[in-house]
């Protein structure tokens, strides 16, 4: 796919709904050709230079000491460079935080970190799952809809993190933050505590069972209790 | 001696390890401190060995998870509060008044007195070991993680205390070094002349001066905060000490970059025969990087919802210019040289190749999106090992094969040190390399267990056999300098044609740095002033057109 291609689709996600991995994904995609990049011209520029001036004489080194002319154009150019990953940049986190936030949820979770395990209860339907070094019960969600999570620690810091979904935050006591997340396709992500909380932050884990609006709703209905099919 | 000398030096010298205990000469402790600095790397790397060691697979059984906290902060506060800080500061202590012509340090006997209370925050944090329950809960401790509630005892107290006893040392030897700059030069000396070395410790100085108290005045909070005081409360409380801990937590980052950097740069331009490119940008870039980085300290909480993302990210992605202009500086002044590829050469080459590494993953990280997956994942764990480790280590022993010769009157042997060169950049590599993925596949850091998804026992494997790899490199460096002390090939004064006046005293210098006049100072490159006037006199001698 070209960069034209991939950010026209970038951009045609923007009257629907954040999928927090694909902004993550299409932000990806430019900075890290460019650090390659920069990488290898840096690299190459080093190499040829020692390869080219290695073993002279010492009054053969040139003499030069400064050009400020091409110096200060260098600099203007990687503040240019500056300014374009930092447009990159707001666009993709106005829209994780943003754009996201005024999104009208199809379903709240409220999550509940302690030490050391979640718990996912789900308000109006009477559901509570926990997931950790108690057991493991899945934070059964719908795809492609926009779910409003309500994070909040009775105890120490943690941190909620999904990777599938290229997200976290942290969570703080007697305090509640919202974030909004959807899932894109349906399967199994795993979950876990991304900030040190103590002895078993290691058993921190949770699984994230992403189903179909319709599979959702049969489950949500029978309390959360039924297999999900 | 006139009795104002004498004063700031001793006349007469006390024999003995009570004399090398109290010398108030700049360069007795500069070099107690980094011979103490590197005792603590050792420490610090076999708690990493252990760490890597029980991560060698997916459910190991080498440490308990108590344990594991406690290796992941100690390895973590040794390595950044008892080495790579500490060593920065003491390349300041011996270097900077022999590169700017001055007889001693401002305040010796401050100086001397800052390295005892440093070494005793390193001793009581270390002693933590002994009450069998030492700080457990990460370098940055977070409340209230670290309240009396959630980690009760003695040993993270004795953490605390460590870290303001270590820091206020540090501090105190910074503002020897600060003002050692501003009032010792030596006349014609002036702050436009300054060798590239020392402009990198100035800034060094300048920010731990700037930022240092900061972290003693919040960890004098969280000692109060565990003996039932309550300061930090509720989500502010908690977003405080994140402002606090992380207003000294990223300068500091740049305190362990900003001298490696500079001794990097001069093992380069005294390897190539040629001047360092770009002084007056390079200075001016230094104040900005060190202005940015002072300011940048938001972009470790990106992922709490309580600081102005949009802010620390402009501040963090702007450090690509003055990076880019060192980046710059340093090419330019290998083209056109004449260079030499010993050790020091190679250790600072390696130094900018993998620092690169560090410091384009770090723009990533500057990123609020990006950073809200990578945050506190192996991601960042790459990224500052690739600066700290594979930048400032390497950096750190381009000056040591540089002037070790000054500091001893012996070279280091080159075999053994092309050989520590090659393990240590294989090892680093192996070690740091894979961390990337892992992280980008969601492996959180400060885990003693994780999920066996495909591939990540194989890629933490890799990494343990890399420890290994990294400790035989370590073990090459002792060797070397063993056998270098032992048999020693005399290096005389200037063993590589060095660009500034600590090459033009006798190595190891006298008492009073300089038993002879100075040679004039007309740039930042005094001595190779004098061998390019030289060259023109004998080429217009031999009356060929210069």
Redesign the interface.
Known sequence: MSRAQGLASALSLLPGLVY?RH??DH??DI?API?VG??VV??L??GI??L?????????????????RL??V??LL??C??AF??Y???S??H???TVSAQERPSLTIDVISSRWEWTFTYPGYGITARSGEVGHQPLVVPTGEAIRFKLSSI???H?F?I??L?????T????T?DVTLAVGSAGLY?G????????????M?FTVRAVSPRQFTAWAAGGGVGPIS | MSTATSSVVRARRIPGWLGIATSTDHKRIGLNLGILSLLFFLVGGVLALLMRAQLASPNGHVVSDNTYAELFTMHGSTMIYLFVTPMAIAMAMYLVPLQIGAVSIAGPRIALTGFWIWLCGGLVMQSGWLTGDPGRDGWFSYIPLSDSTNTPGVGQDMWVVGVILAAAGLFVMAACVVGTILRHRAPGMSLMRMPVFTWTALVSVLMTVGSFPVLILVMVLLYIERQGGHIFIGFNGAIDYQDLFWFFGHPVVYVMFFPYLGAAAEAIAVSAHKRWFGYTFFVASMMLFSALSMSVWGHHMFTTGGVTNEYFAFTSTALVVPAGIEYFDMVATLIGGAIVLRTSMLFALGFFVQFLIGGLSGIFTGSPALDYHVNDSYFVIAHFHYTLFAGSVFGFFAGVYHWFPKVTGARLRESLGKLHFVLLAIGTNMTFFPMFILGQEGMTRRISRYPTHPGWATLNRIETAGSVVIALAIASFLANMWVSLRRRESAGEDPWLGHTLEWATSSPPPAHNFDRPLPPITSYAPLLDLREAAEDRARAGRGTPS
């Not at chain 1, 080219?52 to 400020?68: D, F, G, I, Q, S």
């Not at chain 1, 290229?166 to 942290?170: N, S």
């Not at chain 1, 703080?172 to 305090?175: I, L, M, R």
């Open positions: 927090t902004v993550y932000l990806f900075y650090g920069v990488f840096v690299v520029a080093m230079a020692v080219r001036y290695r073993r002279r004489a010492p009054p053969a080194a040139a003499r030069w000491r400064e050009n400020n110096e200060g260098y600099a990687l503040a460079m500056v990953l930092l990159l940049t707001y993709a986190e829209k994780v935080d105890d120490v810091i941190s993190w990777p599938a290229r997200f976290k935050r942290q703080f006591p007697d305090y933050q795993q876990q505590c991304a900030e040190f909380c103590g002895l078993r932050h290691a058993e884990i």
